[in-house]
């Protein structure tokens, strides 16, 4: 059962371009959700994340949208950068499921210069 | 601030034998600890959460007496396989709690079982 569904494998762009990453979840009882950019052999790094009560939330290049009746929510990065090029990773925790975070399949993005 | 320390960062061991690998809090006081474990191009998948002082809790499939957890302060957790074999290599990484909904995670340790 996989709670946590990002259902692009890959994705490219352009240098300067928009990135748009997508995350689906099927568990209502998420209230929190994070973005994580991770390189081969390394642990994730947090980029961002929103709570369920706002739809977005914006630091710096980066925006994340919450669509909380669609149950999905998406990354934006704006402009797209060669160092952007990594797995992103999107999480949902929720207050019921003590702290534990459910990872999607990651979405391997690669920017071209 | 909330920084996780994980060793090793890579371990080579024959099959058979058992491994180590350790998660420190550095300057904040985690009880509860995760480990996850990542398949080639796959999803990091919750294995098990450490409970400082208590018994860990396993995700369903995941083998208690295989992945021994041991979170015997508020700084450290550990994780040994037991009787580790080829198919227990993988990418292990461990994650910290802090404040309300912080996340900090280790750099992970690849295992090879030779």
């Known amino acids: 059962d996989q709670q946590v569904k990002q259902n692009s494998p890959s994705l490219s762009v352009q240098e300067g371009?928009?990135?748009?990453l997508n995350c689906d979840y099927t568990n209502s009882m998420f209230d929190y959700f994070l973005w994580y950019k991770?390189?081969?052999?390394e642990g994730p790094t947090f980029l961002i994340s929103i709570s369920s009560i706002k739809d977005k939330n914006e630091d710096g290049r980066f925006t994340v949208f919450l669509n909380k009746s669609a149950k999905h929510l998406s990354l934006h990065i704006v402009p797209s950068q060669p160092g952007d090029s990594a797995v992103y990773?999107?999480?949902a925790s929720g207050s019921s499921n003590t702290g534990k975070l459910i990872f999607g399949?990651?979405?391997?993005?690669?920017?071209?210069p | 601030g909330a920084v996780v320390s994980q060793h090793p960062s890579r371990v080579i061991c024959?099959?058979?034998t058992s491994v180590k690998i350790e998660c420190r809090s550095l300057d904040f006081q985690a009880t509860t600890m995760f480990w996850y474990r990542q398949f080639p191009k796959k999803s990091l998948m919750l294995m098990a959460t450490s409970n400082e002082g208590s018994?860990?809790?396993y995700e369903q499939g995941v083998e208690k007496d295989k992945f021994l957890i041991n979170h015997a302060s508020l700084t450290l957790s550990t994780l040994t396989v037991t009787s580790a074999h080829p198919e227990d290599s993988s990418f292990y990484i461990c994650s910290a709690n802090f404040g309300n909904y912080g996340y900090?995670?280790?750099s992970g340790t690849r295992l090879t079982v030779v």
């Open chain 1, 105 to 112: 399949q990651g979405t391997t993005l690669q920017v071209k």
């Open chain 1, 89 to 91: 990773f999107c999480a």
């Open chain 1, 38 to 41: 991770k390189y081969p052999a």
């Open chain 2, 55 to 57: 018994k860990a809790t």
């Open chain 2, 14 to 16: 024959k099959s058979g």
């Open chain 2, 104 to 106: 900090t995670f280790g």
């Open chain 1, 17 to 20: 371009r928009i990135s748009i």
